[in-house]
């Protein structure tokens, strides 16, 4: 996985041991991750944090790209901006449909395959969300690392789950302790930052 930038705003969160999962459904709304033009659907996924090759392929039983369901892993990424969502089985006839390698994936639309073209190996920008039980699962060890989040997702995060923030027990402002306050004004800026959320450490 790509480092993020290290000249956008940070914030971190400490948070009550055994919460982060719960915080981790906010990548629903998407992450920024970089890649290069060209690198496979595999290769990306294999560069998260604890996204093991058999959890690839038994664990995440969906994937959408830009809003198109795949099957193949050995798919590029092309293009910048573009948007990958990962989900565990989904439940019903729909669920069936989407399902990677599904019997009855005939009836979804499919994928237009493009002509090969070179490939420049420039860096792109991937949109990445995560569901269900792929958020809960790989999402706290993708908070540990640092994400790259737009402010305004995570400002309206919290108002949906605002009793979440009844679990931070710390709060870091590029470097600098704030509190709820702090923290409500700091969000209210439309621009990405970069978001680390871990477990408290007590004593």
Avoid: W
Avoid at 83 to 110: C, D, E, Q, W, Y
Avoid at 172 to 183: I, P, V
């Amino acid at each position: 996985m790509e480092s993020q930038p290290h000249n956008r705003p940070t914030l971190e969160l400490l948070v009550d041991p055994g919460t982060v999962p719960l915080f981790a459904t906010v990548l629903q709304g998407g992450i920024a991750i970089q890649s290069r033009s060209g690198e496979t659907l595999g290769a990306f996924l294999a560069k998260l944090p604890e996204f093991s090759n058999d959890y690839i392929i038994n664990d995440i039983q969906t994937i959408f790209l830009n809003g198109t369901a795949i099957d193949d892993l050995e798919t590029p990424l092309e293009g910048d901006n573009q948007v990958l969502a990962l989900s565990a089985a989904m439940p019903g006839l729909a669920g069936a449909i989407f399902r990677k390698n599904s019997f009855h994936a005939a009836l979804r639309t499919t994928f237009k395959e493009k002509p090969a073209v070179q490939q420049d190996h420039k860096v792109i920008s991937i949109t990445l969300k995560l569901f269900n039980s792929i958020a809960r699962d790989r999402g706290p060890a993708l908070l540990a690392t640092g994400v790259s989040i737009n402010a305004k997702n995570l400002l309206a995060f919290f108002k949906i789950s605002p009793a979440l923030l009844g679990h931070i027990s710390h709060i870091d402002l590029d470097g600098k302790e704030g509190g709820q306050k702090e923290l409500a004004g700091y969000l209210e800026q439309n621009r990405p930052l970069n978001l680390t959320v871990r477990e408290a450490c007590h004593d």
